[in-house]
């Protein structure tokens, strides 16, 4: 099992920025994918930012350009850092953790608990 902490949500005028974090403890193998999903109220989840085994990063069109993600290895720990924030970026921001301990293997999913980001006007 692998367990998943958000934290560092919040609220914050449009053009602020907020940094979350997602910290992941347990049975993690040496295959591993991390994501940012969010979702909106009325609105289904979408992905928003990986970064895979590689360390290479993808971004969603909408926040190319405003979010970068990064990881710390030692600490199992991605971080999503959110600049330029408008008020369309509010939602539920989730953490998910892919992983397999090689690639004939399934992929086993984990989430985190989710973290609000509210961007006033």
């Known amino acids: 099992q692998v367990q998943l902490v958000e934290s560092g949500g919040g609220l914050v005028q449009a053009g602020g920025s907020l940094r979350l974090s997602c910290a992941a403890s347990?049975?993690?193998?040496?295959?591993?994918?991390r994501d940012w999903y969010r979702q909106a109220p009325g609105k289904q989840r979408e992905l928003v930012a990986t970064?895979?085994?590689?360390?290479?990063?993808h971004y969603a069109d909408t926040v190319k350009g405003r979010f970068t993600m990064s990881r710390d290895n030692a600490k199992n720990t991605v971080y999503l850092q959110m600049n330029s924030l408008q008020p369309e970026d509010t939602a539920v921001y989730y953490c998910?953790?892919?992983?397999?301990?090689?690639?004939?293997?399934?992929?086993?999913?984990?989430w985190g608990q989710g973290t609000q980001v509210t961007v006033s006007s």
């Open positions: 998910k953790l892919r992983t397999r301990p090689n690639t004939w293997t399934g992929w086993s999913d984990y």
């Open positions: 347990g049975s993690i193998f040496s295959i591993v994918i």
């Open positions: 970064i895979g085994s590689d360390g290479n990063t």
